[in-house]
């Protein structure tokens, strides 16, 4: 892509837009509505101005949310996200996207910094991201005003707030042995103030809902029971309900209708979320910010619920397909291209070289693991046969990894080290699956939609293409220092503790 300039000033511009939006006539009641109607259609073509060359840039992310719980993807009649469905109508959707992990910290710094895990260090909750260019480093280059907003403020302690200008950790409340954080109402209520501030810079802004993580339907008993009821309410209650192999399963008496339950009350937690982003799009489609305004919708990982045995109702290790398919909506102003579902594999490093192709700021200089989607939105038919400088680069596989946390002490046990930190890596093309089990030097290779067979054996040749396109991926990688960062302060470990991330704790 040819190198663009950061957006012009347009002081003259904006200082006409702000004594037109400032007028302090006083109306006779009549006129009032018209005075009104003025002022606002004023404010949004003067926006619009800076929005055509460089339009504003909306990343949204569901934590835990999967593909399928999207009409859109799964059309099971459930009607769990009628807003989001309606919504995706006006977007570019693509259909096989993909996490780069399956926990919060290594999957959301892909998406922030389009590098993966390996690359920007950010690999669990006792590492810190790496000295990377992010997000918010590169647009507040590009001269825009950048915002983040997340529930959980470890994500801004462990680097995810480099280069972003404002951030708002939002409050949590504690009870009934829960650890609540803010909800979706919370973050639109301290958001859209921002995200409707017009001003004479466009705006970068990530936003982060919690709202489908576990404790799942914790929003009250109208969205904990909205697809079905369970006479123990006490089912999927608090944190003892999740992540429960098969000891666990057998302990807590998890019959057909508690599993049942449990994901009628994921399905709870999902409404709440979908009608809350419903009221966030609306507001910005009211105030015209959305014409102005590229929006992506995604996840940075999904959720198994009782489809393998090892783990019922978790995300982390398991580099399985409920964890790592994510919904992936991308609105572009004017809704163009509405309609499109794409179906080449893409993935969150491919995220951020997309909006600033899109956003025409220059990524010459810059290097990214992941690949601009800007051409495959022009033409979704190209093969990657073209030559010229917007063909479409296609990728054979996608990359995904995950890396427990260390034990603590020089004079660790060598096994117990494997076993705590057992870490992943997967590779997967259209048809097919190589989980690598590092700490234990094994693969795995699963003919897809199968994730339970290993026919590595089977499939010699399919195997030793995949390991040694495997081995090139990691070998072109720049990775990050493996020590990362300082440990996390006893507050933060306590958080992470109640919120069950960590399993040893006080």
Known sequence: MSAQTPPPDRAATHRRCRTVAGVRARPRAGRFAVVVATLALTLVACGAEHAAEHPNVLIITLDTLRADRLETYLQDGRDTTPRLDAFAQECIVFENASSNSSFTPPSHASILTGLYPEEHGLTHWSRTLAEVPTAGEMFNEAGYRTFAITPLRTLFTIGLDKGFAETVELPHEEGDGLLLLADAKQINAAALPWLTNFDDQPSFAWLHYYDAHRVYGRQGPEWAGRYGSHPDTAVGSTEAWYQLDPADRQRLGMDAAKAHYMKDRYDGGVAFLDEQLGALLQRLRDTGVLEQTIVVITADHGEVLDEHFED???????????????????????????????????????????????????????????????????????????????????????????????????????????????????????????????????????????????????????????????????????????????????????????????????
């Open 312 to 506: 019922w109702f978790s995300h982390d290790p398991h580099l399985v397909e409920e964890n790592l398919h994510v919904p992936l909506l991308v609105r572009l102003p004017d809704a163009r291209h509405a309609g499109l579902r794409i179906e080449a594999m893409v993935q969150g490093v491919d995220l951020l070289p997309t909006v600033l192709e899109l956003a025409g700021i220059s990524t010459a200089e810059r290097r990214f693991s992941g690949l601009s989607l800007a051409a495959l939105l022009a033409d979704p038919t190209d093969d990657g046969s073209a030559t010229d400088d917007k063909a479409v680069q296609r990728r054979p596989f996608i990359f995904a990894s995950r890396r427990g946390r260390e034990p603590d002490g020089p004079d660790a046990n060598p096994a117990v080290i494997a076993l705590s930190r057992d870490r992943r890596r997967m590779v997967r093309s259209q048809g097919h699956k190589l989980v690598h089990y590092v700490d234990r030097d094994s693969f795995s290779l699963f003919a897809l939609p199968d994730e339970t067979e290993n026919v590595m054996d089977l499939k010699p040749t399919i195997f030793n293409e995949m390991r040694d396109g495997y081995m090139r991926m990691i070998s072109n990688m720049e990775l990050a220092d493996a020590d990362g960062g300082p440990g996390l302060d006893p507050v933060t470990l306590q958080m992470l503790c109640e919120l069950g991330y960590l399993a040893d704790c006080p």
